[in-house]
């Protein structure tokens, strides 16, 4: 099977954010970049389909500023990824630039089967650029996926939709998955791997050279820091006291009930 | 006047919180609204969108619209946008307007923002708002092209009924022929009967405190009172105690309900991502030091074996009256 596997390099949760001074965005110099949570569930499940059907092949793809994208195609080729494709970019696209890219990359490489993406990726949290690239080659998605099986020609996948229900789907490939927790446990790289990864020729590609047409989107302005909550108020006294205290703040100071 | 389509997203019949937010703000800013309308089981809606100013209705009532089919929904969409020619789209960022929308944008090259948690006009431009990098900073969002905004459900106020009475036009449009790739073989039925979490307007949290799957029947007890929704932190998730549809959080949901009761939970970065956004958060810990108390409205330092059964007996009686 021929799968491409679409991720996504953001700053790590743990990372302090600091914004420029002129609003524009984030200071990216002073990030931990990681690859995205949900992505690994991709990687991984790309990985593992390889190995129960020998001959298949998994190239990643990521779009951003190449020096530092790298990394996160070197993480997944690391994890048993075999080809890399980085797309240099400009830090903030947005989803539909993105999708469009990606989806002209893959178009270029030839015939697949089967593109994987995470469901979300945690910085902009849009959710968007999976279905859009699916959109883009005319190929059915099934998003939010905590279960994968690969049968002849078709993907049998779960999805978890609205108020715990969850729903089975059959797609005829080639096709997009978005995936998320539950789907697998991404591995930890092994030192081959990882020294194999070291060694990879990735492909780069420029944004510019694929020569697409302008993309009227969106864009970011005016980074802020979101409002400042007041300190917060501590209930004290015995069990009893504290439930009265805080029922009566709920109700009639928050007006939260 | 600006044209708004609203994807009116309804339940048995009734519309949801998340749509009347979207039509309380189409009437806020006296916009020309069409609405979309989705199910063989919606004509009891009809009305009710009438009352709400909504002056034309793009029926989806063939009944293979009863279930969510992302390639015959996004041919059915395209077709009603085209019709439409809508300055504004409005839905909410639910996990079926996220699954859509984007995909139905890529096809109109319209410019769509999910997650947003502010909408308002300004100088006749729409502008959005929307959290980033887990809540820790905000931005503006502006279209270039004509915006598909998904709003996150609990963050626009509903108003008043305004009880217009528009009697809409209504327009069926039919399943597009197509030859389709995907199809839902099984629905399973998750065992909640309660609000899904990212619509949830107060929610019931657990964590690792609360020592055992057993244990969570008082959370839910609290929540029957309150008619909230249970959620959970990704220990107990990942200790097998409740399904992960109930974590909250970096690798589960995002939510901002009015209230959210967190109990024996540490307030980790990774689960104050998902829930930050919240007004009023209350937090029931015996740690006084555990980071949740930082974040919290309230902070209730005590044990929650103690303090939970009391506060469902509390509320019980104060919402009695
Ligand atoms: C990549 C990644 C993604 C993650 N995603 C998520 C996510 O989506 N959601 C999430 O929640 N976590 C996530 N985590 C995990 C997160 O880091 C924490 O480990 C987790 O949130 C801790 O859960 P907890 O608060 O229930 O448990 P703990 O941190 O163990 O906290 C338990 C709390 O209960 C209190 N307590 C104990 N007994 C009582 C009592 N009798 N009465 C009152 N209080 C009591 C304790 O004081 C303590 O504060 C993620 C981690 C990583 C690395």
């Known amino acids: ?257 | 006047m600006s044209k708004v389509l609203i994807f009116t997203e309804h339940q048995n019949g009734t519309l949801k919180r998340s749509a009347l937010e979207l039509l309380s703000f189409a009437n806020k800013e006296s916009l020309q609204i069409s609405a979309i309308l989705v199910g063989s089981h919606s004509h009891s809606v009809i009305s009710e969108l009438g009352s709400w100013g909504v002056t034309q209705i793009y029926q989806l009532n063939d009944t293979s619209f009863d279930q969510y089919n992302p390639e015959l929904f996004d041919a059915a969409f395209f077709e009603v946008a085209q019709q439409a020619t809508p300055n504004l789209i409005l839905a909410s960022s639910s996990s079926l307007g996220k699954d859509l929308f984007p995909r139905v944008s890529a096809r109109l090259n319209f410019a769509c923002a999910s997650d947003c948690t502010h909408l308002e006009f300004n100088n006749g431009q729409i502008k959005a708002t929307k959290p980033l990098y887990s809540g820790k900073c905000l931005a503006d969002v502006q279209f270039e092209t004509t915006p598909v905004v998904l709003m996150r459900a609990n963050q626009l106020p509903v108003m008043e009924k305004p009880n217009k009475n528009s009697s809409p036009q209504i327009t069926s449009i039919p399943a597009p022929s197509l030859d389709l790739k995907t199809v839902v073989k099984n629905i399973v039925k998750g065992t909640s009967q309660r609000l899904d979490l990212t619509e949830a307007n107060i929610i019931v949290a657990g964590g690792r405190g609360v020592k055992g799957p057993e244990n969570f029947k008082l959370l839910n007890d609290l929540a029957d009172v309150l008619g909230a929704t249970v959620g959970a932190s990704r220990a107990v998730v990942d200790a097998g105690w409740v399904p992960h549809e109930m974590q909250v959080g970096q690798t589960g949901k995002t939510v901002a309900p009015t209230l959210y009761i967190a109990v024996g939970i540490s307030g980790a970065i990774q689960h104050l991502a998902g829930m930050s956004g919240s007004k009023v958060i209350v937090a029931i810990n015996s740690d006084p030091n555990a980071p949740i108390m930082q974040k919290a409205t309230y902070g209730v330092v005590g044990d929650l074996f103690e303090i939970l059964p009391k506060l469902t007996e509390e509320f019980k009686q104060v919402l009695a009256h």
Not at chain 1, 101 to 115: H, S, V
Not at chain 1, 213 to 236: C, V
């Open chain 1, 1 to 257: 099977m021929k799968i491409f596997v679409c991720i996504k390099q953001v700053p790590d949760t743990e990372t302090k954010i600091k914004i420029l001074p002129d609003s524009s965005g984030i200071d990216a110099a002073t990030v931990k970049w990681v690859v995205n949570p949900y992505d690994e569930y991709a990687i991984e499940e790309a990985v593992k389909i390889k190995e129960s059907l020998p001959g298949s092949v998994v190239t990643v793809i990521t779009l951003g500023p190449k020096k530092r994208v790298a990394d996160v195609l070197r993480t997944a080729i690391a994890m048993g990824a075999d080809e890399g494709i980085i797309i240099d970019a400009p830090e903030s696209l947005d989803p539909l630039s993105t999708a469009k890219a990606l989806a002209a990359t893959i178009k270029k490489e030839g015939e697949f089967d089967l593109i994987l993406t995470g469901q979300a990726a945690i910085d902009d949290n849009a959710s968007s650029v999976g279905p859009m690239v699916a959109q883009i080659l005319s190929i059915p998605h099934s998003a939010v996926i905590s279960k994968l099986t690969v049968t002849n020609e078709s993907f049998l996948v779960e999805r978890e939709v609205e108020g715990g229900n969850k729903e089975v789907v059959q797609m005829q490939g080639p096709a997009l998955i978005s995936a998320t927790k539950g789907l697998n446990t991404p591995r930890y790289a092994s030192l081959p791997g990882i020294m194999k990864a070291k060694k990879k020729v990735l492909k780069e590609l420029d944004l510019n050279g694929l020569n697409l047409e302008k993309t009227l989107g969106t864009k970011f302005t005016h980074y802020r820091l979101p409002p400042e909550k007041p300190a917060t108020k501590i209930i004290s006294g015995d069990a009893s006291t504290q439930v009265r205290e805080l029922v009566r703040l709920l109700r009639d100071e928050a007006k939260a009930l």
